[in-house]
């Protein structure tokens, strides 16, 4: 069972529930008369309650839990997420950023500086969005140009020799041209531990981003929005390797050692990552008379290179050297009704070709030289389509299918010392159809009740590390849920809740090889 409470604003002296507007269901909506559980931040909720990236998120959104990792971000909603972090592994629970699908957990580490609003959509989501997902959504959405100038700046300092700023600036070019552009630096040069063999700082790190998008309205709605963004994160945060506290790693010189500290390591090199992405996209709006046509079109790259310490001790063992790649190239079209429409309709298409790999992979010991160079070919093409009718007055029916198919293809090969030793190709398609029925009823204006059956699936998946193992199956969800959505006193007080049952089929899993490694299951 989840509850939750939304954010609290003062008008007139007076303490009232703010209203919050979300596009749930790809269409603006006040988040009380959506029928699915949604839970969502506004950017001033957000600065208050001090949530500055998805990985404080969680601090807000009842059901979400975040862990970071050096170079990604593992998100589970209501208990169902992707705890690997491979480069080719999508998450179960997606994120978006203003309707741009990211792939991998990486790409979601960044900081909200210029944020609208983030919305969380919780269960399967295996209709509407581009990308299916099991867990759930995460939308975020940043600030539109506006042709009214404005001018935002704050700069911080903190302990550990950190500090901060952030640039938000917006303005008008021309009457119906307006443009915007985000700016945000942090720096933690000084470590929470340090690397007690070398002397090195650990869990730093440097974070430079930007966003920019200019907005062009020929004749109101029909709108072109283009926008760019980037982010270069280094650091050592989330590398550092230590023995279990009471454990001893017995091949070290001098003999065994065992855990040094929660912050510190003893490692034989300070282990480090540079990653870097880069997302372009382009949304068109036209109104059509009878419809509303949108088009979404976006292309990222991300990258990033990691070196640790495999073996955890000061001893000249294994060591770990990565460079890895994810691009992806997306596009999406939707025509949907307007929202006078007796029958609330949207139908649409969704286009993903993604490559994701090592080049390359290197584990370097005393003796041996063993490179991995792999990438993995993804590709889908889904239709889908919704609809919401009245039955009988306050009663709605909601009803929606998606078909996709997914194709694989995965490519590899290893060398010991320069000798290959394995080469691999290999490829797999999958067919799904998932859909979403669901009913609601308006009891008065301030408490409807919904119930809804909604399926989703995660494509199967091969892993870049092994390249050569046969892929993993798609995992599959129905989850059955019923709720309520109420204000009461005046809008001064909100309940909303629900309750739900999942029945998760192929759960896929990460399987680590004690000797190194680790493969999907």
């Known amino acids: 069972m989840a509850v939750a409470a939304t954010n609290i604003s003062a008008a007139h002296g007076e303490t009232r529930v703010e209203e919050i507007v979300v596009t749930a269901d790809r269409r603006e909506q006040n988040i ?80 909200f500086n210029n944020i609208e609003r983030v919305e969380v959509l919780k269960g399967p989501q295996g209709t509407l969005f581009g990308r299916n997902a099991t867990g759930g959504v995460i939308h975020v959405f940043t600030r539109n140009p506006s042709a009214t ?16 700023a952030n640039f938000y600036g917006t303005t008008g070019l021309s009457d119906n041209v307006a443009v915007n552009l985000a700016l945000h630096a942090q720096e933690r040069n000084k470590g929470w531990g340090t690397n007690v063999r070398t002397g090195g700082e650990s869990h730093i790190g440097r974070d430079y981003a930007g966003r920019a998008k200019l907005m062009w309205t020929p004749t109101d709605p029909n709108s072109v929005q283009l926008a760019a963004s980037m982010d270069r994160q280094k650091g050592t945060l989330g590398t550092a390797r230590a023995p279990v506290p009471g454990t001893l790693v017995t091949n070290a010189p001098g003999g065994p050692v065992g855990n040094v500290g929660f912050y510190n390591t003893n490692l034989t090199v300070d282990p480090n990552y540079t990653s870097n992405s880069q997302t372009y996209s382009a949304k068109i709006k036209q109104d059509l008379g009878f419809a509303n046509l949108t088009s ?42 307007k929202s006078d429409s007796r029958v609330r309709w949207i139908v649409g298409g969704f286009y993903l070709r993604n490559y994701a790999g090592f080049d390359p992979q290197l584990i370097l010991t005393p003796t041996s030289l063993q490179r991995i160079d ?12 919704q609809a919401t009718v009245e039955l009988f007055p306050g009663t709605n029916l909601t009803a929606g299918l998606r078909y996709t198919r997914d194709h694989r293809e995965a490519i590899g090969g290893t060398t010991v010392n320069r000798v290959t030793t394995l080469q691999s190709r290999q490829a797999k398609s999958w067919k799904k159809a998932s859909w979403r029925i669901s009913l609601d009823h308006q ?11 909604n399926t989703g699936f ?29 204000q009461w006193l005046d809008n001064r007080l909100r309940i909303n809740g629900s309750v739900f049952y999942y029945d998760y089929k192929n759960l896929q899993v990460t399987v680590v090889n004690p000797a190194g490694g680790s493969s999907f299951t």
């Not at 998450?91 to 990486?106: E, H, L, M, N, Q």
């Not at 100038?149 to 901060?164: E, H, M, R, V």
């Not at 792999?374 to 389509?385: A, C, W």
């Open 443 to 453: 009891f008065t204006p301030d408490l409807m009740v919904f119930a809804g059956v």
């Open 374 to 385: 792999s990438k993995i070919t993804s590709e889908s093409l889904s239709g889908f389509g």
């Open 32 to 111: 009380q008369k959506v029928p699915i559980s949604v839970s969502a931040i506004t950017a001033a909720a957000a600065e208050a309650q001090g949530v500055v990236d998805l990985t404080s998120i969680a601090t807000a959104i009842p059901s979400l839990s975040t862990s970071r990792s050096s170079t990604s971000n593992s998100v589970f909603l209501r208990g169902v997420g992707a705890p690997a972090p491979e480069i080719a592994n999508e998450p179960s629970v997606a994120t978006y950023v203003d309707d741009i699908y990211i792939p991998f957990g990486g790409g979601t580490l960044f900081d």
């Open 458 to 486: 995660k494509s199967g998946v091969y892993n870049p590390s092994s390249y050569s193992l046969a892929a993993v199956n798609p995992e599959a969800i129905t989850a059955y849920e019923t709720g309520v959505k109420s």
């Open 296 to 337: 979404i079109s976006a292309y990222s790259v991300f990258n990033y290179n990691q070196i640790y310490d495999l073996d955890v001790s000061p001893a000249n063992g294994q060591l770990v050297d990565i460079a890895a790649f994810n691009n992806m190239t997306t596009q999406e079209i939707q025509l949907q009704s």
């Open 149 to 164: 100038p404005s001018l935002d700046a704050n700069a911080g300092i903190a302990s550990y020799d950190t500090w901060s």
